[in-house]
């Protein structure tokens, strides 16, 4: 079965950073993408950046792009997110997440498997 662990989430304040993993297990991940989501208080799901993990091919949403970056490590079956220059808004519980194509998705039904999440708090 796939299972998909983050770490890395915590207290940061405005403009500081973090960097988020998620180590994935329980099959090979080729002709899949993985993405990170993020989900604050009264608010919907929403994509946040996503990678193939073959191609290494990667998106992003408007709303971080510049400053996140994702990343895979493959002898560690790994992806991580880089977070620069956070924002208060930034503020949620991040997930990952993997869904069975290769190509870029952007929407939470696509994804089939989620880990438990980490919690991401940036003070202003």
């Known amino acids: 079965q796939v299972q998909l662990v983050e770490s890395g989430g915590g207290l940061v304040q405005a403009g500081g950073s973090l960097r988020l993993s998620c180590a994935a297990s329980?099959?090979?991940?080729?002709?899949?993408?993985l993405g990170w989501f993020r989900q604050a208080p009264g608010k919907e799901r929403e994509f946040v950046a996503a990678?193939?993990?073959?191609?290494?091919?990667?998106g992003y949403a408007d709303s971080v792009k510049g400053r996140f970056t994702i990343s895979r490590d493959y002898a560690k079956n790994t992806v991580y997110l880089q977070m620069n220059s956070l924002k208060p808004e930034d503020t949620a519980v991040y997930y990952c997440?993997?869904?069975?194509?290769?190509?870029?998705?952007?929407?939470?039904?696509?994804?089939?498997?989620w880990g438990q999440g980490t919690q991401v708090t940036v003070s202003s």
């Open positions: 997440a993997t869904a069975p194509i290769s190509s870029i998705a952007i929407t939470p039904s696509r994804y089939y498997y």
């Open positions: 329980g099959r090979t991940f080729s002709g899949y993408t």
């Open positions: 990678i193939s993990w073959s191609g290494g091919n990667t």
